[in-house]
């Protein structure tokens, strides 16, 4: 079964600053998505940034980007020009791709969560 | 375009009572998936619809069950409520039996006494 570790309970960074949370995963498959979602204390869960697993290049939106080491199973979320809008819980996740064989590629499996606080 | 929608908000149940979530998908998404949050940890998966059948499913007992409706929207039934059921129970939808993206709605606190 695949695993998703966030070993960082709780981070914070200040305003304007730049903050990289970790994540590792457990697989033995070649086709998978990770993902980065946002829960602010609105509940709402909220996609950050995606990553396909057969792409090299790191995917990047606005002022995120991840750091995706396949052979390390390592996918950090940097966070750059951080925002008091940005405090939230972030969870990493991980999804099987179609190709990994089998009907169980639609579930997410994510990871305990980092708080994190901004600071002004 | 309105995104994925759940109701109640908030619901409060006690011990061995039976409760329904519903949740309204983003349009044009024919997959629901459902899954439960307890507090302060990540979500875990439950199940997932597509085609008015449960595809997947994951650790939870047989007390969870679901339902999908031509109109694609979901139910969540749990019966016989216990303690720990307590939690936030998360929908989210996308196409293509969650290989697309997957899009939460906020949320169903469900609390059980």
């Known amino acids: 079964a695949q695993t998703v570790t966030q070993s960082q309970p709780e981070m914070s960074v200040q305003e304007a600053e730049t903050v990289t949370l970790s994540c590792t995963y457990d697989t033995s498959e070649s086709d998978y998505y990770l993902f980065w979602y946002k829960q602010p204390p609105s509940r709402q869960m909220i996609l950050v940034i995606r990553?396909?697993?057969?792409?090299?290049q790191n995917a990047t939106e606005n002022r995120f980007s991840v750091n995706f080491q396949k052979a390390a199973k390592s996918f950090s979320l940097k966070i750059s020009d951080s925002q008091l809008g940005d405090a939230a819980m972030y969870f990493c996740?991980?999804?099987?791709?179609?190709?990994?064989?089998?009907?169980?590629?639609?579930?997410?499996?994510f990871g305990q969560g980092t708080i994190l606080t901004v600071h002004p | 375009d309105a995104g994925v929608t759940q109701s109640p908000t908030h619901l409060i149940k006690t011990r061995g009572q039976q409760v329904t979530l519903r949740c309204s998908p983003k349009?044009?998404?024919?997959?629901v998936s459902w899954y439960q949050q307890a507090l302060g940890q990540g979500p875990q998966f439950i199940f997932q619809y597509y085609e008015e059948e449960e595809r997947q499913r994951g650790n939870f007992p047989d007390r969870f069950s679901g339902h999908q409706f031509p109109n694609y929207s979901s139910e969540l039934n749990v019966n016989a409520l216990l303690l720990g059921d307590s939690a936030l129970y998360l929908c989210a939808s996308s196409k293509d039996r969650g290989q697309d993206t997957q899009y939460f709605g906020p949320g169903t606190r469900l609390t059980v006494l």
């Open positions: 996740a991980y999804r099987r791709g179609r190709n990994a064989g089998g009907t169980s590629y639609g579930k997410l499996t």
């Open positions: 990553q396909e697993a057969y792409k090299q």
């Open positions: 349009s044009g998404h024919d997959t």
